[in-house]
C-alpha cells in the first residue's frame, strides 16, 4: 500500500507556470505506474498524465500536450508535473494517483490517491 500527498498548487495568472509534487510512502515507489489527474467544479475527474515505473514513457491527453511534463525520481519516492503555458481552463484539484498494474493506463482505474491540491489560473 502507498499513501499519497500532493503538494505545491496555488494560483498563478494566465501564462504561468506551476510545478506540483505528489510524495508517496512506502519503500515499493518505484514499483507504482503514476498519474495525475484533475477534477474542476461540475465536472468529471479528467486524467492529466502518466509515467511509467521506471519513468521512459509518459502519456499525455491532447488538452495538456506539450504544456504539461510529468516526471519521477524514485530515490525521493517523488512524482511531479510541470504545468506552463497555464490557462484559466486548467483551474481544478489535482490528484496523483498510483497502481502497480503496468496496464493501469488503459483502464485508468488507478488504486490509490492523494486528498488533492487546489490549482486556480487567473484570466
Known amino acids: 500500500q502507498v499513501q499519497l500527498v500532493e503538494s505545491g498548487g496555488g494560483l498563478v495568472q494566465a501564462g504561468g507556470s506551476l510545478r506540483l509534487s505528489c510524495a508517496a510512502s512506502?519503500?515499493?515507489?518505484?514499483?507504482?505506474?503514476m498519474g495525475w489527474f484533475r477534477q474542476a467544479p461540475g465536472k468529471e475527474r479528467e486524467f492529466v498524465a502518466a509515467?511509467?515505473?521506471?519513468?521512459?514513457?509518459?502519456y499525455y491527453p491532447d488538452s495538456v500536450k506539450g504544456r504539461f511534463t510529468i516526471s519521477r525520481d524514485n530515490a525521493k519516492n517523488t512524482v511531479y508535473l510541470q504545468m506552463n503555458s497555464l490557462k484559466p481552463e486548467d483551474t481544478a484539484v489535482y490528484y496523483c494517483?498510483?497502481?502497480?498494474?503496468?496496464?493501469?493506463?488503459?483502464?485508468?482505474?488507478?488504486?490509490?490517491w492523494g486528498r488533492g491540491t487546489q490549482v486556480t489560473v487567473s484570466s
Open positions: 494517483a498510483g497502481d502497480r498494474t503496468i496496464g493501469v493506463v488503459l483502464s485508468m482505474k488507478f488504486d490509490y
Open positions: 512506502g519503500r515499493t515507489f518505484s514499483s507504482y505506474v
Open positions: 509515467i511509467s515505473r521506471t519513468g521512459d514513457t509518459t
